[in-house]
């Protein structure tokens, strides 16, 4: 177990990562890490997470009370806390607007077509979080209908949520979505990707058992869906999960393509 100086001086590295690789600008993104059962470490609101010293790092209890620090917690700590409070698995959280995911959360479309193994394997697809307003309960709501099948969540208009075991793993699927939309992107632009065919997928799921791979993922968690529901432009109109929060505007969109593809069925 890492003292808390460790975690500190993780968070700062963790930081400097996240800032190097241009995945937040100026004092953009936060992170956060479980220190013990009652309390957690978080990066400090209004700095760039690339210029970090452990002395800035503020602890605060599972309430969001600030324990110690000269700096105050970060402004979207409410997010932070309901992953705690939702995924008793989860140690660490990293939010982040890497530019080619947050391209994806900015036109709404989720990250679902099976293209790359590894994705296939760590993550499976990723869906976009409706939109909330940052700092506010509404965001912390928002991801609540993912977090159960997912350790990665675009935020619509807004950036990118990762969850993990430890730092080092929620960071790193930070690294993995970027990456994923930048493929994605290019391949659209070369025409187009070629998915791996369903029996692959199967085995790629196969092997993710045997590895022994923790955390949330939508083919080996009960009762996840295996695909968003998305219109023809790829936006991400439903997880598949039950929304609480379904807009009128979301619902008929969903009544229009659920009709579509009843008609197409009976045509067919
Ligand atoms: P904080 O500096 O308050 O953590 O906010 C940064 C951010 O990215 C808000 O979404």
Not at 179 to 202: C, F, H, K, W, Y
Not at 252 to 258: L, S
């Amino acid at each position: 177990m890492p003292s808390e100086f460790e975690l500190r001086r993780a968070i700062c590295d963790i930081g400097r990562r996240i800032w190097t690789r241009g995945f937040v600008a100026a004092n953009d993104g936060n992170i956060s890490v479980k220190l013990d059962d009652n309390h957690l470490l978080t990066t400090p609101t209004g700095v760039s997470k690339g210029f970090m010293t452990p002395d800035m790092i503020i602890k605060v209890d599972r309430q969001g009370k600030k324990i110690s620090g000269r700096l105050e917690p970060s402004s979207e700590l409410k997010m932070h806390l309901a992953v705690y409070e939702m995924r008793p698995d989860v140690n660490s959280v990293v939010h982040a607007h890497p530019p080619h995911a947050t391209a994806f959360a900015v036109t709404g479309m989720p990250i679902y077509k099976p293209i790359m193994p590894e994705v296939i394997i760590s993550l499976g697809w990723i869906p976009v979080a409706p939109y909330g307003t940052p700092s506010t309960e509404e965001l912390a709501e928002t991801i609540r209908d993912h977090l159960g099948c997912h350790d990665a969540v675009l935020l619509e208009n807004h950036g990118a949520l990762t969850v993990g075991t430890d730092l080092t793993n929620a960071y790193f699927k930070m690294e993995t979505i970027e990456l994923t939309a930048q493929i994605s992107l290019i391949a659209r632009m070369l025409g187009g990707e070629r998915e791996i065919s369903p029996e692959n997928v199967d085995k790629l799921i196969e092997v993710r058992k045997k590895m022994g791979i923790r955390g949330r993922h939508p083919a080996v968690t009960e009762s996840c869906p295996s695909s968003p529901l998305v219109d023809e432009e790829g936006r991400m109109i439903a997880s598949g999960q039950s929304d609480s929060r379904i807009s009128d505007e979301r619902l008929v969109r969903i009544i229009t393509k659920v009709t579509q593809e009843v008609l197409a069925a009976i045509d067919g």
